[in-house]
């Protein structure tokens, strides 16, 4: 089948210009002017601009976390993400049974993903132990499986400790492989929520107050200075919230260190601490790290348009505000960890970001599609629009606008923290391998269409 996308503006990390895009069985053919449009489907984008389908990195799909299960399967969650211009994903994966090998949680995700995500996506490895068999099968995943990501978590119980980290980073180096990490200070963190909870302050405030933005920033430190000391071992910076862990990340960019990269959230740019000062409301946005200042959402936009920031992601992880979130009611502790997001980003970013002048169309398609797949070993298949590259496509409309609201949005979660945000620009369109999926916020794609992607090597790993 041939589509040709007509009278468009193609937007890549690096340009903005007219052309037509012209994808035949699911592959962009050709970008460029005057292309032969015999016999193909024509869709006009006469004032839109033409993006590359949103990459997002950062998900957690049927996730059990402790007693809770996020609310979006691998189908209402991709739904979702396409209908808010996003055509792949890699995931995070859960915490499995104590002392399993890695290869459990990837047959586990097969079974919860395959079969009904509809677009395409990847896993993440999920590192909760560290011995010899561990440090063997991320090779033996890469190699095939294509999972060349292996998520490291510096709190929760699971967490590794610093001998731990180090063999890994170390076998990372050795095997071309990334390491993503969730970064906050373990001890500091435990001492505040137990003391706390002592006090009797547990309302959704006490949350943040108990992951002080110190508690980020020391352990982004720590994971930089042991990459350095494994060899500049290639690891990632996930959910970046604060000033104070961006400042640690310029000061390991000045000294010279190239192989890390960081990331952000949609709701690290755009929400702050207001949102705990309800004692109910405030359970929405109960998320780790949580929601910091006024102040750190503006330095974070300074990161993305200097390039401190690599990637923007969405950490979506919902839960029902109804339902798993009212376990936090009289207790921050007791609530889950997370919120949705996956179909809010590509949106808010272009609004916030882009229609506000605080980053380019360039700079979005950067953090948005290219550098993620870049940085997780998808490039040049996804996140570009170029020859040979799948026909994930999403047109939006500039002029167009919208009200974020939870009952247009198609999670499984009944809330969106973004309620009421007036935003510019809208999608009107998004394909995914060629395929129209979403027209007009309906989503018009199959169960199942989705593919599993062997990933190759991080440009972090060269």
């Known amino acids: 089948m041939r589509t040709i996308i007509q009278n468009g503006t193609v937007v890549t990390e690096s340009a903005v210009f007219a052309a037509d895009v012209l994808v035949e069985n699911g592959v962009i053919q050709a970008v460029g002017k005057n292309l032969d449009a015999r016999g193909a489907q024509v869709i006009d984008a006469a004032g839109k601009y033409v993006l590359p389908g949103g990459v997002d990195v950062h998900t957690h799909m049927d996730l059990q976390a402790g007693a809770h299960r996020a609310v979006d399967d691998f189908y209402t969650g991709t739904v979702a993400a396409a209908c808010g211009g996003t055509t792949t994903i890699v995931d995070h994966m859960a915490f499995g049974p104590k002392g399993c090998s890695l290869w459990h949680q990837v047959e586990e995700y097969h079974r919860l993903a395959d079969g009904k995500a509809v677009i395409d996506y990847g896993f993440h490895g999920v590192l909760q132990h560290v011995n010899g068999q561990i440090l063997r099968e991320m090779g033996e995943l890469a190699d095939r499986e294509g999972i060349t990501s292996f998520k490291a978590y510096l709190t929760y119980d699971d967490r590794l400790d610093d001998s731990a980290l180090f063999q890994v980073l170390r076998q990372a180096r050795e095997d071309g492989l990334v390491i993503p990490a969730h970064c906050e200070n373990d001890g500091v963190v435990n ?272």
């Open 191 to 462: 001492f505040l929520r137990g003391w706390y909870k002592s006090q009797g302050l547990t309302a959704p405030i006490y949350h943040a107050r108990s992951r002080p933005a110190g508690c980020e920033a020391e352990a982004v430190s720590r994971l930089l200075h042991l990459a350095a000391l494994a060899g500049e071992a290639p690891v990632y910076v996930v959910h970046l919230s604060s000033a104070a862990a961006l400042a640690e990340v310029r000061k390991a960019r000045a000294a010279g260190q190239r192989h890390f990269g960081v990331e952000t959230c949609t709701q690290y740019l755009t929400l702050t601490e207001d949102a705990y000062a309800d004692p109910q409301e405030g359970l929405k946005a109960i998320m780790s790290p949580p929601l910091r200042t006024g102040a750190d959402c503006e330095a974070l936009w300074g990161g993305l348009a200097d390039g401190s920031i690599d990637a923007v992601a969405t950490d979506h992880c919902p839960f029902r505000f109804a339902v798993e979130k009212q376990y936090g009611v009289g207790d921050f502790t007791a609530c889950p960890n997370g919120a949705p997001g996956v179909e809010e980003r590509l949106p808010v970013l272009y609004s916030e970001g882009v229609a506000k002048g605080r980053i380019t169309l360039p700079q979005l398609v950067r953090l948005a599609c290219t550098g993620p797949s870049l940085l997780y070993g998808l490039y040049p298949q996804k996140g570009t629009l170029q020859p040979g590259a799948d026909a994930d496509v999403v047109i939006l409309d500039p002029n167009g606008t919208r009200t974020l609201t939870q009952t247009e949005l198609h999670s499984a979660a009944d809330y969106t923290c973004y309620e009421g945000m007036e935003l510019a620009g809208r999608i009107d369109l998004v394909l995914s391998r060629g395929e129209v999926i979403v027209q007009d916020n309906q989503f018009l794609g199959r169960k199942g269409a989705g593919r599993y992607l062997k990933r190759g090597r991080s440009c972090l790993a060269e």
